[in-house]
T-cell receptor, first 114, second 110 residues
């Protein structure tokens, strides 16, 4: 059973399009995260939700909007995609907010904007 | 200047070698220090974590934290080809956001 799953795994789209990435965790965790990893492997947190409430919102363009319909799901919608949005997006979850030492990552969604 | 600096690599060693991976940081509020391992095209997985200063050992892996020098290390003994991956250090001041290093890619050659 996959603990943290993301769909799709790969996403190729053109500039200006709107796309969504979905994440689900079956660990019963209260907190979920979105990270962006660029081509140089730098991993940067974007958002964090605890019990469906936004608790971390880093300096991310307004084109990115997370949505958490329930504790087990955290989706990421991106409007007006730009070339610089190309990256791997990872979803993660933990029981305690911000507790890096028990954070579980999904397999990633590789987004390519052409 | 970045809050967390990691030795860039890449690092290539023969099987059986001792590997040392290092990070320095500038934020003295960091208390939680983690090492993640990321295989190619996979998500990071937590390898070890340490709270505050000291050493922690788990099998072939040893994590060291020196808060006075703001320096952390991960040692891998008797390295194996299966250890080939990117290693990311990460740090946190507590609940809230984390900060990752840029990662060091390690290749262990048989």
């Amino acid at each position: 059973d996959t603990a943290v799953s993301q769909t799709p795994k790969y996403l190729v789209t053109q500039m200006g399009n709107d796309k969504s990435i979905k994440c689900e965790q079956n660990l019963g965790h209260d907190t979920m995260y979105w990270y962006k990893q660029d081509s140089k492997k730098f991993l940067k947190i974007m958002f964090s939700y605890n019990n469906k409430e936004l608790i971390i919102n880093e300096t991310v363009p307004n084109r990115f909007s997370p949505k958490s319909p329930d504790k087990a799901h955290l989706n990421l919608h991106i409007n007006s995609l730009e070339l610089g949005d190309s990256a791997v997006y990872f979803c993660a979850s933990s029981q305690v907010p911000g507790s890096l030492y028990e954070q579980y990552f999904g397999p990633g969604t590789r987004l390519t904007v052409t | 200047q970045k809050e967390v600096e990691q030795d860039p690599g890449p690092l290539s060693v023969p099987e059986g070698a001792i590997v040392s991976l290092n990070c320095t940081y500038s934020n003295s509020a960091f208390q939680y220090f983690m090492w993640y391992r990321q295989y190619s095209r996979k998500g990071p997985e937590l390898l070890m974590y340490t709270y505050s200063s000291g050493n922690k050992e788990d099998g072939r892996f040893t994590a060291q934290v020196d808060k006075s020098s703001k320096y952390i290390s991960l040692f891998i003994r008797d390295s194996q080809p299966s250890d080939s991956a990117t290693y990311l250090c990460a740090m946190s001041a507590g609940a809230g956001k984390s900060t990752f290093g840029d990662g060091t890619t390690l290749t262990v050659k048989p």
